[in-house]
């Protein structure tokens, strides 16, 4: 099997794991939305939901795993499994110290986080407690899932990825279970979804503890900071976290001036990002989590062709799906919000102002997706720095979009701001690539992108009279889920056929792939 199709079939399992959490967290937000609806107990509770999965992404899956699964690949590779796993026991140490230290000083200045992070809360005193008190009961989060995250690390490196891309599955059915068995019960009812996190959190962590011993992790506590992985990993997350929180932070800057517009507009942005995180988590993120360790192999075998190969696949493959992903969520936005959201206190309006955050952040997606292929190929050879700069000039550029769009477009600005600077920090990222794996195959991803955009357009346009169609039969609740199920079914027959019509090479790939399987069981 080739590295690509490698690749490609732990981007699939990595996919399958992540499909199966959107869809339970799609679940999870259709019973938060039908209890709670989109107001001031939901504002607080995404705030709270918020904070520690920022600090998760930056420390825990960001920063964390981009500075670690690099080194511990080199360990495995060069040096020695005992020394690997040496390395390893030195992260868990000096992690749960850092973590305990985070978590307590979190939950003791929560009332100034919060005035930071959502300075529009702090003239309306209830909600500004109620975030702070559902803050604090989730804060701990960062904890347990920043070691499930290094764990994480260990076994993608191993090239083992079932269980990490299962694990999220495990917070969806938590903070559901939740809603139903918890919540009811409690004099603060939101609180309980609070707890729900927790819980999750938990479940989490002790997922992964059975496949680690499995791959011989002995875990031998070392609180002395002293191995040299350990220095060399702080030294490439300072910057690292920076340069992961650029998206992270963008979303900050939207709930901040989102809590200074009209009630509900953080729920907007909120519901709307849920959505588009469905293409972007199961491929984009997919992909990213997969072509790190085999990035960072590379750079370890000193194979820089290996490496652009590689780049060049992931990018042309991320795209493939990127676009036309963005096209549907373009065209079909109200009925998509509608069907999944529209029901109990989530009024037709609040669908509408939910759909039109929804295109605009959908603009985004194409940039969205590839981040996650370019900036691993930075980290696989340990080059932090390049994108901290880029990801300042993204942040400012954020700033200032949202300040130009916030009040002509309202909470739709912010989104498409997001997608604005996401574009920016893409276009850097490839502008800067280094040069040892700048020249990778460019004509060949111009080729794909041609042929993928007019195959999403011809599916866009297929997928808009049919649910044009739709309309004007004024169909119910469930009619409408059919007719959206078979207009998505159409639209992907009718791309893939579009595909193979144009002759992309990414459609080939994948159809050839399935025949070299196929031949082979039989």
Same mark, same amino acid.
């Given at each position: 099997m080739s590295e690509n199709e490698k690749l490609l079939k732990a981007t699939g399992i990595i996919s399958s794991g992540t499909f199966l959490s959107r869809i339970f967290g799609f679940i999870r937000d259709m019973v938060i939305a039908k209890i709670f609806g989109a107001g001031f107990a939901t504002d607080a509770f995404f705030v709270a939901f918020k904070i520690p999965n920022l600090l998760r992404r930056l420390l825990g899956e960001g920063a964390l795993s981009a500075a670690f699964i690099p080194l511990f690949t080199e360990h495995f590779t060069v040096k020695s499994k005992e020394d690997a796993w040496r390395f390893a026991s030195a992260a868990f140490s000096a992690l749960l110290v850092i973590l305990s230290v985070i978590t307590i000083l979190g939950i003791i200045f929560m009332p100034a986080i919060i005035t930071i992070l959502a300075p529009g809360f702090y003239t309306e005193p209830q909600k500004f407690n109620l975030a702070v008190y559902l803050t604090r009961i989730t804060f701990p989060y960062i904890f347990l899932i920043s070691l499930t995250a290094l764990s994480m690390g260990i076994l993608n490196s191993l090239r083992h990825f079932t269980v990490p891309a299962m694990s999220p599955v495990l917070l969806n059915l938590s903070l559901i279970g939740a809603a139903f068995f918890i919540c009811p019960y409690l004099e603060t009812p939101i609180s309980g979804l609070a707890i729900g996190v927790i819980i999750g959190g938990v479940l989490q962590l002790f997922f992964h503890i059975p496949p680690l011993l499995k791959s011989g992790l002995?875990?031998?506590?070392?609180?002395?900071?002293?191995?040299?992985?350990?220095?060399?990993?702080? =030294?490439?997350? @300072?910057?690292?976290?920076?340069? $992961?929180?650029?998206?992270? *932070?963008?979303?900050? %800057?939207? +709930?901040? &001036?989102?809590?200074?517009?009209?009630?509900?507009?953080?729920?907007? =942005?909120?519901? @709307?990002?849920?959505?588009?995180? $469905?293409?972007?988590?199961? *491929?984009?993120?997919? %992909?990213? +989590?997969? &072509?790190?360790?085999?990035?960072?192999?590379?750079?370890?075998?000193?194979?820089?062709?290996?490496?652009?190969?590689?780049?060049?696949?992931?990018?042309? *493959?991320?795209?493939? %799906?990127?676009?036309?992903?963005?096209?549907?969520?373009?065209?079909?936005?109200?009925?998509?919000?509608?069907?999944?959201?529209?029901?109990?206190?989530?009024?037709?309006?609040?669908?509408?102002?939910?759909?039109?955050?929804?295109?605009?952040?959908?603009?985004?997606?194409?940039?969205?997706?590839?981040?996650?292929?370019?900036?691993?190929?930075?980290?696989?050879?340990?080059?932090?720095?390049?994108?901290?700069?880029?990801?300042?000039?993204?942040?400012?550029?954020?700033?200032?979009?949202?300040?130009?769009?916030?009040?002509?477009?309202?909470?739709?600005?912010?989104?498409?701001?997001?997608?604005?600077?996401?574009?920016?920090?893409?276009?850097?990222?490839?502008?800067?690539?280094?040069?040892?794996?700048?020249?990778?195959?460019?004509?060949?991803?111009?080729?794909?992108?041609?042929?993928?955009?007019?195959?999403?357009?011809?599916?866009?346009?297929?997928?808009?009279?049919?649910?044009?169609?739709?309309?004007?039969?004024?169909?119910?609740?469930?009619?409408?889920?059919?007719?959206?199920?078979?207009?998505?079914?159409?639209?992907?027959?009718?791309?893939?056929?579009?595909?193979?019509?144009?002759?992309?090479?990414?459609?080939?790939?994948?159809?050839?792939?399935?025949?070299?399987?196929?031949?082979?069981?039989?």
């Open positions: 002995k875990f031998t506590p070392d609180f002395s900071f002293s191995h040299p992985g350990i220095k060399k990993v702080v =030294l490439l997350m @300072a910057p690292s976290i920076i340069g $992961l929180a650029v998206t992270q *932070f963008n979303i900050f %800057i939207d +709930t901040l &001036i989102a809590s200074l517009l009209t009630e509900g507009s953080i729920s907007y =942005l909120y519901y @709307a990002d849920r959505v588009m995180q $469905l293409p972007l988590g199961v *491929f984009g993120t997919a %992909i990213g +989590t997969a &072509i790190l360790p085999t990035l960072s192999s590379f750079a370890a075998k000193k194979d820089m062709e290996g490496m652009k190969d590689t780049i060049s696949f992931g990018l042309r *493959f991320t795209l493939f %799906i990127a676009i036309p992903a963005m096209t549907a969520q373009i065209v079909l936005s109200l009925p998509i919000v509608s069907i999944l959201f529209e029901r109990g206190e989530f009024t037709h309006q609040a669908a509408v102002n939910t759909s039109q955050a929804l295109i605009a952040f959908s603009i985004g997606l194409w940039a969205y997706s590839g981040i996650k292929v370019i900036a691993p190929a930075y980290y696989s050879v340990q080059d932090t720095k390049t994108p901290v700069r880029i990801a300042i000039i993204s942040m400012v550029a954020n700033v200032i979009f949202n300040l130009l769009l916030m009040f002509p477009l309202k909470h739709a600005g912010i989104a498409l701001a997001t997608s604005l600077a996401a574009m920016l920090n893409l276009g850097l990222l490839i502008y800067f690539l280094p040069d040892k794996i700048r020249r990778i195959d460019w004509e060949g991803i111009k080729i794909s992108v041609f042929k993928i955009g007019i195959s999403s357009v011809v599916m866009g346009g297929v997928c808009y009279l049919s649910w044009l169609k739709a309309d004007s039969y004024q169909l119910s609740g469930w009619e409408r889920l059919v007719w959206l199920s078979i207009t998505i079914i159409i639209g992907l027959i009718v791309y893939f056929g579009m595909t193979i019509l144009v002759k992309c090479g990414e459609m080939k790939f994948l159809m050839d792939t399935v025949k070299s399987k196929m031949g082979a069981k039989g």
